[in-house]
């Protein structure tokens, strides 16, 4: 699954084109690179995201295109302690 379509499904960002802007700029980065909105997901991933003055560590769990709204399966775990990569 590309990022920017993970970072929507999973509720970490509101819209696909606001994660797709945010890879884009350099605020996106996967296993401490830098990540392009196309790059792959896979389980077991971090991913970073620099949101201002806020770094947000999450680590993949599982991936599902197409979740439903009444059930939300975490697609993600919350990792504290987040260096923000240089």
Avoid: C, H, W
Avoid at 10 to 31: D, F, H, P, Q, W
Avoid at 35 to 47: C, M, N, R
Wanted: hydrophobic share 40%.
């Amino acid at each position: 699954m590309r990022i920017d379509k993970f970072l929507k499904v999973s509720r970490l960002i509101k819209r696909r084109t606001v994660a797709k802007e945010l890879a884009e700029g350099g605020r996106v980065y996967k296993n401490g690179r830098q990540s392009k909105p196309a790059d792959e997901v896979k389980i077991g991933d971090l991913i970073t995201l620099m949101l201002g003055s806020r770094v947000i560590g999450a680590r993949v769990i599982s991936l599902n295109d197409k979740p439903l709204k009444g059930v939300l399966a975490p697609m993600y775990e919350l990792v504290e302690k987040v260096k923000p990569p240089k």
